[in-house]
Antibody, heavy 120, light 109 residues
Framework: QVQLQESGPGLVKPSQTLSLTCSVS??????????WSWIRQPAGKGLEWIGR???????NYNPSLKSRVTISLDTSKNQFSLQLNSVTATDTAVYYC????????????WGQGTLVTVSS | QAVVTQEPSLTVSPGGTVTLTCGSS?????????PYWFQQKPGQAPRTLIY???NKHSWTPARFSGSLLGGKAALTLSGAQPEDEAEYYC?????????FGGGTKLTVL
């Protein structure tokens, strides 16, 4: 079965870049018709959609974050990544990666989440 | 950016039926918004219950169903169980951009 696992620094300084990866096991990130997404959740608050990348490499981003976000695929490592530039304390959250195939639920797979704190 | 609205909180009695709704600031929610419903329990990652309005995953309990109702997406729980107490989020698609609702805290009491 396909599983997702987030990894990356748990602490990032203000104005720096937050970088997370999501390792995919059980299938290839290159498999047809997959969407791979990033979602975050500040403590005690709701879910916020960050963006997604399709198998083809096409991306969609949250307009409120678009100027700071890049999501990419690394087929050699079978993972996908999130980069968020110029972070502030408001970017502190649990970050989830998620995935799924069109027609079968694009969010059928979830990582367990990783807490990223932005602080000096 | 569109705003997706949900009831902040609802209460249902064990064995009872409750409907959660998901509205859009842009107007009527249609199948073209590909509504999703997620369940999240404290300390856990969300899990998808319903995708594309009414489709269930293999792990979705039969007591949950999704539909379009009165211009909104709806999640109906028939025969509530104590383990259904959780936060429920909907997600709507707007030409590739996805937007979560603020969530509904469902209490089974």
């Amino acid at each position: 079965q396909v599983q997702l696992q987030e990894s990356g620094p748990g602490l990032v300084k203000p104005s720096q870049t937050l970088s997370l990866t999501c390792s995919v096991s059980g299938d290839s990130v290159n498999s047809a018709n997959y969407y791979w997404s990033w979602i975050r959740q500040p403590a005690g608050k709701g879910l916020e959609w960050i963006g997604r990348i399709y198998t083809s490499g096409r991306t969609n981003y949250n307009p409120s974050l678009k100027s700071r976000v890049t999501i990419s695929l690394d087929t050699s490592k079978n993972q996908f990544s999130l980069q968020l530039n110029s972070v502030t304390a408001t970017d502190t959250a649990v970050y989830y990666c998620a995935g799924g195939q069109t027609g079968s639920g694009c969010y059928s797979l979830w990582g367990q989440g990783t807490l990223v704190t932005v602080s000096s | 950016q569109a705003v997706v609205t949900q009831e902040p909180s609802l209460t249902v009695s064990p064995g009872g039926t409750v409907t959660l709704t998901c509205g859009s600031s842009t107007g009527t929610v249609t199948s073209g918004h590909y509504p999703y419903w997620f369940q999240q329990k404290p300390g856990q990652a969300p899990r998808t219950l319903i995708y594309d309005t009414s489709n269930k995953h293999s792990w979705t309990p039969a007591r949950f169903s999704g539909s379009l109702l009165g211009g909104k997406a709806a999640l109906t729980l028939s025969g509530a169980q104590p383990e259904d107490e959780a936060e429920y989020y909907c997600l709507l698609a707007y030409s590739g951009v996805q937007v979560f609702g603020g969530g509904t805290k469902l209490t089974v009491l």
